[in-house]
């Protein structure tokens, strides 16, 4: 599975952005495509993940402002983030993966042990 993240960039606070990741290979045998960020020094945080049900899952931090969605035809995973604020600035990746078994709490999506294949990020700047 290989997967390229775009449209990361520069954004004022309160502004928009929409990063895409395009997908290739076997995304059919991972349940889980996920969005994750990471700041430098810190943990990498799943922030949004959709499984092949369609069920969708959001960190709490990002709750009615970022949504997940994903164009089958053009194997293609998408973020749509609005009202951005500067503790959203953070290196994005996209993942796929099985998910986990259990969670004590959030979507089991969003874990950083149930990915498998990584994109090489896109800078998010706000």
């Known amino acids: 599975v290989q997967l390229v993240e775009s449209g990361g960039g520069s954004a004022q606070s309160g502004g928009s952005l929409r990063l895409s990741c395009e997908a290739s290979?076997?995304?059919?045998?991972?349940?889980?495509m996920v969005w994750f960020r990471q700041v430098p020094g810190q943990e990498r945080e799943g922030v949004a993940g959709i499984d092949s049900d369609g069920d969708i899952g959001y960190a709490d931090s990002v709750k009615g402002r970022f949504t997940i969605s994903q164009d089958n035809s053009k194997n293609t995973l998408y973020l749509q983030m609005k009202n951005l604020k500067p503790e959203d600035t953070a290196m994005y990746y996209c993942a796929a993966g099985t998910g986990v078994a259990y969670v004590s709490s959030g979507h089991y999506c969003l874990p950083e042990s149930g990915m498998d294949y990584w994109g090489q990020g896109t800078q998010v700047s706000s």
């Open positions: 290979g076997d995304t059919d045998s991972r349940n889980c």
